[in-house]
């Protein structure tokens, strides 16, 4: 009975942070039930005009994996530069922490290809990544916390 008291909990967790992000994204959106083979294990996909995400299934309901196309440049510059700004490093002099973690949009025009999101520089700590096409970037992150991909859409949203 805990167990399934915790996966209930969790599913009602993942619904909430959705309506949460839908509700950032301008309200236009909807939830779906996640099935096995579009992406990762998730408790519910969201569909938005301006992002999709899937909650992590593993996560409590408090973690997504989110893509925000489409972005303007500016809309990426704030984002970027808020991401930055709080994950600021404040490990000692020997850290591995990358200064630049999210590649600049000077980066990204240099070709058509993804460039991680990285903040260390061993890849296995990789975010996410950022492409630049057609005047416009896309981002795509693995796992973050609902509250960063609701600060970032609301962003977007402002930017747009």
Do not use: N
Not at 29 to 43: F, K, N, Q, T, V
Not at 96 to 124: F, K, M, N, V
Not at 125 to 139: E, K, M, N, P
């Amino acid at each position: 009975m805990a167990v399934e008291s915790a996966k209930a909990a969790a599913a009602a967790t993942a619904h909430t942070a959705a309506m949460i992000m839908i509700e950032a994204g301008g309200g236009q959106g909807s939830i779906h039930r996640a099935w096995r083979g579009e992406g990762p294990d998730a408790l519910c996909l969201i569909s938005a005009p301006s992002f999709s995400g899937h909650i992590i299934a593993g996560s409590h309901g408090d973690r997504v994996q989110i893509t925000l196309p489409h972005l303007t440049p500016s809309a990426y510059e704030k984002m970027r530069a808020w991401a930055q700004d709080r994950d600021e490093c404040h490990h000692d002099h020997d850290c591995d922490c990358l200064t630049d973690p999210w590649p600049t949009l000077a980066a990204l025009s240099q070709g058509d290809e993804e460039h991680d999101i990285d903040y260390r520089a061993d890849h296995e700590y990789a975010r996410g990544s950022a492409r630049l096409a057609f005047g416009r970037v896309t981002v795509k992150l693995d796992d973050e916390a609902v509250t960063v991909a609701d600060t970032l859409i609301r962003i977007a949203r402002h930017h747009a």
